[in-house]
């Protein structure tokens, strides 16, 4: 299994892209049941560090919308997040200051 995260849309908020991550085969295995998929990639959490080091492209759902993402597991407040297109590549940081915590 590898980790993978998608951003999804609930049918009660199309717009609200909330961020789900787990250690799956594929990104559909993330989405089973849900909504809209507003893209995806791989991830790297470091506990320690508290960071969120998201990149890369879903094979399922293409590169990720990060302009939808406004939702973020409560579990994960207080980390850094950053994206980069490719793992090689230098990540930049996203700003999460807007989002909801659920």
Do not use: Q
Not at 3 to 20: Q, V
Not at 25 to 37: E, Q, S
Not at 39 to 49: I, T
Not at 65 to 85: D, M, T, V
């Amino acid at each position: 299994m590898y980790p993978k995260f998608i951003i999804m849309a609930f049918p009660d908020r199309p717009l609200a892209g909330t961020f789900i991550y787990g250690k799956v085969y594929n990104h559909c295995d993330l989405a089973k049941g849900y909504g809209k998929v507003y893209g995806g990639g791989w991830y790297e959490k470091d506990d320690d560090k508290k960071t969120m080091l998201l990149y890369g492209a879903s094979g399922d759902y293409g590169e990720p919308a990060l302009e939808f993402l406004s939702r973020i597991p409560r579990s994960l407040k207080g980390y850094a997040f950053y994206y980069a297109p490719d793992p090689s590549d230098r990540p930049e940081p996203l700003d999460v200051s807007s989002v909801e915590w659920i």
